[in-house]
């Protein structure tokens, strides 16, 4: 995907483009993605349902697209397990990122207590970095968003421009978690171990507990910091 090996590719028309796909099923929006930025495509998946629904849409749609999985060093062993079975049982293409600073280096530098003192600093390196390295030559990075997740998410749009020709792809973001579940459901796709346990949205161990009662699905993440988001859809700078 280098973008030295190609010629500039011709400006969308972002707007033009989302007013053509509000209310556009998930699928549409993915034959949309491959048609328009073949072959410089990617889906981000952590193994939750939504990118997981993505993956298996993908497997008719654009089987070639890549799945990239960031494995920072600390996912629930469950977590690793499930996308084993899911990979396996939708014969993936998946592309492992790893942090670009060893285990025992991060351990000696930070600690592995990181995330209890600068969650910020612990999702940048292990998270931001590992993916911000495959995304060069890329012009399509689909992930799993919805606009119900959270208040951050409210205004997503089909699709997002970024500097550099990225265009990031939300094909779920008028879904809610039950149409997730009911995909799942009718297309005999497992579901994640620690789901049934209460796990509504599922990151790193040391920063994810079950939601309680009457919580948002996401605020069983980084519970009582004030984080919202990992820095995965915040580092990206809009195009102008």
């Known amino acids: 995907m280098s973008a030295a090996a190609r010629a500039p590719e011709p400006a969308l028309d972002v707007e033009a483009a989302n007013r053509e796909l509000e209310g556009a099923t998930p699928e549409a929006i993915l034959e949309w993605t491959w048609k328009q930025f ?16 993505l993956a298996h849409m993908l497997r008719e749609i654009a089987p070639e697209v890549p799945v990239a999985f960031i494995n920072t060093g600390f996912h629930f062993p469950e977590t690793l397990a499930y996308r084993d079975e899911i990979q396996r049982r939708f014969g993936i293409e998946l592309v492992e990122l790893l942090p670009i600073v060893p285990r025992d280096q991060f351990a000696k530098e930070h600690g592995l207590d990181l995330y209890a003192r600068n ?13 911000k390295r495959f995304l060069p030559g890329v012009r399509a990075w689909i992930n799993g968003r919805r606009r119900d997740q959270a208040a951050t998410r409210q205004s997503l749009r089909a699709i997002e421009a970024f500097q550099g020709s990225l265009h990031k792809v939300n094909p779920l973001l008028s879904w809610t978690s039950r149409e997730t579940f009911h995909y799942m459901e009718r297309h005999g796709i497992p579901t994640h171990p620690l789901f049934d346990q209460g796990y509504a949205s599922i990151g790193c161990a040391p920063c994810t507990r079950p939601v309680l009662p009457g919580e948002n699905e996401r605020d069983g993440r980084w519970a009582g910091t004030g984080k919202v988001e990992c820095g ?3 580092f990206l700078d809009p195009k102008a």
Do not use: A, M, Y
Not at 119 to 131: A, G, Q, S, T, Y
């Open 38 to 53: 073949r072959p410089h495509v990617i889906l981000t998946c952590s193994f939750q349902h939504d990118g997981v629904v």
């Open 232 to 234: 995965l859809h915040t």
């Open 119 to 131: 969650p910020d600093l612990c999702c940048h390196i292990n998270k931001v970095e590992p993916l």
